[in-house]
């Protein structure tokens, strides 16, 4: 049997299964649009900074998700498609749009929900946070989080920038 990586396969069931799953993870409460996303390094882990207004909630990914956010965010390229350019290919191949992106926490963990659509018809997927806000970024998608989870998790973008202070921006 073939070995595939679990982004691989999630890509590969996304377009085998067009229709056919669904995620349960809705609003529970009222959605605020994040207005700006953000790539650090803190000196445990690169940090993805989801900000609204003057609060933020910071997600740990791994490097390479980082990478992938951070050079959609700025327009690079890299010389080999990462695995995020490469779902972006295939979905855009299919005329599959993202719509939007909601972030959940349950647990102490993040969950990504992806909304998209195909001719009409819209599917949820369920994904790892870090995977679902890359992806919005490239598609240059609505990221949604719960109001509650903001007021809960969120910390002042000031407080933030004074913990990450010593830590490099990238």
């Given at each position: 049997m073939?070995?595939?990586?679990?982004?691989r396969?999630?890509?590969?069931?996304?377009?085998?299964?067009?229709?056919?799953?669904?995620c349960?993870?809705?609003?529970?409460?009222?959605?605020?649009?994040?207005?700006?996303?953000?790539?650090?390094?803190?000196?445990?882990?690169?940090?993805?900074?989801?900000?609204?207004?003057?609060?933020?909630?910071?997600?740990?990914?791994?490097?390479?998700?980082a990478?992938?956010?951070?050079?959609?965010?700025?327009g690079e390229?890299f010389?080999?498609?990462?695995?995020?350019?490469?779902?972006?290919?295939?979905?855009k191949?299919?005329?599959i749009?993202?719509?939007?992106v909601?972030?959940?926490?349950?647990?102490?963990?993040f969950?990504?929900?992806?909304?998209?659509?195909?001719?009409?018809?819209?599917q949820?997927?369920?994904?790892?946070?870090?995977d679902?806000?890359?992806?919005a970024?490239?598609?240059?998608?609505p990221?949604?989080?719960?109001?509650?989870?903001?007021d809960?998790?969120?910390k002042?973008?000031?407080?933030?920038?004074?913990?990450?202070?010593?830590?490099?921006?990238?």
């Amino acid at each position: 049997m073939k070995h595939y990586s679990s982004f691989r396969f999630m890509m590969l069931c996304l377009v085998l299964t067009w229709g056919v799953y669904e995620c349960p993870v809705l609003a529970t409460s009222q959605e605020v649009e994040i207005e700006k996303v953000e790539v650090r390094y803190l000196s445990r882990s690169p940090v993805v900074v989801l900000a609204v207004g003057d609060k933020a909630i910071s997600i740990f990914v791994d490097p390479t998700v980082a990478g992938s956010i951070q050079g959609a965010l700025i327009g690079e390229k890299f010389p080999r498609p990462l695995s995020h350019d490469l779902m972006q290919s295939i979905l855009k191949s299919y005329d599959i749009k993202i719509d939007r992106v909601f972030i959940t926490l349950r647990d102490g963990v993040f969950y990504g929900t992806l909304t998209l659509s195909q001719n009409g018809q819209q599917q949820m997927f369920d994904s790892r946070s870090s995977d679902a806000i890359a992806l919005a970024v490239h598609f240059h998608s609505p990221i949604l989080i719960e109001r509650d989870l903001l007021d809960s998790a969120g910390k002042d973008l000031n407080d933030l920038g004074r913990e990450t202070k010593k830590d490099v921006d990238i």
